[in-house]
């Protein structure tokens, strides 16, 4: 069975939240995310750099607690018409 990737991606402009400066696109990697269950989700995750003290930062969404593979409280699982992916 394939397995299947989410694209997590924001519209908004990012901010370094250490030192307040715009980020900047710079790749991407494979976050695996373990639910209950036992279930695994494969996220894209979007690594960005900031433009003034050149740290990197990862986008992460709602559901994904930083440094962590497990899922947070407020997970959402990604559906179709109603059915889970």
Do not use: W
């Amino acid at each position: 069975m394939r397995k299947k990737i989410f694209l997590v991606e924001s519209r908004a402009s990012s901010i370094f939240p250490v030192c307040g400066n715009p980020l900047k696109y710079r790749d991407s990697c494979l976050r695996t995310l373990k639910k209950e269950g036992g279930e695994h989700l494969r996220y894209l995750i979007n690594r960005l750099k900031c433009t003034h003290c050149q740290m990197l930062h990862r986008e992460l969404p709602d559901c994904m607690v930083p440094y962590k593979h497990h899922c947070s409280m407020n997970c959402v699982v990604p559906t179709r018409n109603g059915l889970k992916l």
